[in-house]
């Protein structure tokens, strides 16, 4: 829901979403979508096989992270932290 209307987002477009208060950003490679929404109701309906929750504010597309180690996950040329509390999880997902 942007500015009242519906827009939809292919879930393979999509490179990550970040939280921002009670909105969120859902940001794919051509464009940024701001919306009304929490980051946790969002993570319950997207795939855990293709989304992966990084940090409290931050879910990536697993197939899009290019590179990561302990502290951040690269998408292309954008760095996201790996916050402590999801660093032991991230690391065993992104380990297989």
């Known amino acids: 829901n942007i500015?009242?209307?519906k827009i939809r987002?292919?879930?393979?477009?999509?490179?990550y979403i970040e939280s921002k208060k009670d909105y969120i950003d859902i940001v794919t490679a051509d464009r940024v979508y701001t919306t009304k929404y929490q980051l946790g109701e969002i993570a319950q309906e997207l795939?855990?096989?293709?989304?992966i929750r990084i940090h409290r504010s931050y879910i990536a597309a697993r197939h899009k992270i290019t590179a990561y180690s302990a502290t951040q996950a690269e998408l292309g040329v954008v760095l996201l932290p790996i916050?402590?509390?999801y660093r032991d999880s991230v690391l065993q997902i992104l380990g297989k």
């Open 83 to 85: 916050g402590r509390a």
């Open 9 to 15: 987002v292919p879930v393979e477009e999509i490179l």
């Open 3 to 5: 500015n009242k209307k």
């Open 47 to 51: 795939s855990n096989d293709a989304f």
